[in-house]
């Protein structure tokens, strides 16, 4: 089995609040909420994807050194096994905003479960909870 390595980020406003991105339709997966992320271009370290992905994403630009590794989600779907570590980041510059046609929303991690996520990225609610309580 095919193993698909994503790097995601929990982006932490001053509220405590965590975004999250809807997938647009006529993508995989499309109107489930995920964290923000992506694949690792070949040779790319995964904070260096990140950066990268959050700027393709939502418009906002983030430091390697603002990203804190928290924890990763292992999950076999159907025609690929996912390995997907999560970062959160607390610092950025510039205002999220939709660039690829996703909603977007800042949720209390404790609300996170009220939004419908792809399997591998509810594993990594937990993790958010017991941080940010």
């Known amino acids: 089995m095919r193993l698909l390595l994503v790097v995601a980020c929990a982006l932490i406003d001053a509220d405590g609040r965590v975004l999250i991105a809807r997938r647009p339709e006529g993508k995989e997966l499309a109107g489930l909420w995920e964290f923000p992320g ?72 404790k609300n996170l479960r009220d939004y419908p996520m792809p399997p591998a990225d509810a594993p990594l609610i937990p993790p958010l909870i017991e941080l940010l309580g």
Not at 40 to 57: F, I, K, M, Q, S
Not at 81 to 102: I, K, S, T
């Open 38 to 109: 992506g694949k690792l271009d070949a040779g790319e370290r995964p904070e260096d994807a990140l950066v990268r992905e959050l700027a393709e994403e939502l418009g906002v630009a983030v430091k390697p050194a603002c990203l804190a590794p928290l924890t990763f989600a292992s999950h076999a779907y159907e025609s690929f096994h996912l390995l997907m570590p999560l970062y959160v980041c607390r610092r950025w510059e510039g205002f999220a905003a939709p660039r690829e046609g996703q909603a977007l929303k800042w949720v209390f991690p």
